[in-house]
């Protein structure tokens, strides 16, 4: 019973954590360019721009586009 009550509890914190840093910090770097902007060749002398960032590099989190959906469609 002490292990599932320090397991809520550690995760109570690790989601209050999130729902902070997704407040504080919306943008994070992009998992596909790694917040570079560019893929390059093999060689590494040719980039495009990265498709899922389109170039900048930032992406939005997960939690922020949560946040972003249930405030769009609550506050409308």
């Known amino acids: ?6 397991l809520t509890l550690l995760g109570a914190i ?3 954590w999130y ?3 997704c407040w504080w910090r919306p943008l994070a770097h ?3 360019c790694h917040g570079d ?7 590494g002398t040719r980039f495009r721009r990265c498709w899922w960032c389109k170039g900048t590099g ?3 989190r997960m939690g922020r586009r949560v946040w972003n959906f249930f ?3 609550t506050h409308s």
């Open 58 to 60: 930032q992406r939005w």
């Open 71 to 73: 405030r769009r469609h």
């Open 19 to 21: 729902a902070l840093a």
């Open 37 to 43: 902007g560019r893929h390059y060749n093999k060689k």
């Open 14 to 16: 690790g989601a209050g």
């Open 30 to 32: 992009c998992w596909c």
């Open 1 to 6: 019973m002490k292990g599932i009550l320090t």
